[in-house]
């Protein structure tokens, strides 16, 4: 009882017709984001962002 490629040509089409091709691509390029920031996050790409920008601003101040 598994979906076969007919079956999913019908979805994707339904899914197409019911929030139009600029909805889909503004969706799926918000997932991306989201997608890419949370590897970042796992990664710890974001605290050595979080710790350059302390230091620049820290070096502003004075």
């Known amino acids: 009882m598994s979906l076969g490629m007919p079956e999913l040509l019908i979805i994707l089409v339904i899914i197409l017709l019911l929030f139009g091709v600029g909805r889909i691509s503004k969706i799926s390029g918000e ?3 989201s997608i ?3 590897k970042d996050g796992l990664s710890g ?3 050595e962002n979080s710790v350059d ?3 620049t ?3 502003d101040k004075k």
Request: hydrophobic share 20%; glycine share 6%; aromatic share 6%.
């Open 36 to 38: 890419r920031a949370f």
């Open 31 to 33: 997932l991306g984001k």
């Open 53 to 55: 920008k302390s230091k």
């Open 57 to 59: 601003d820290d070096s």
């Open 45 to 47: 790409k974001d605290d």
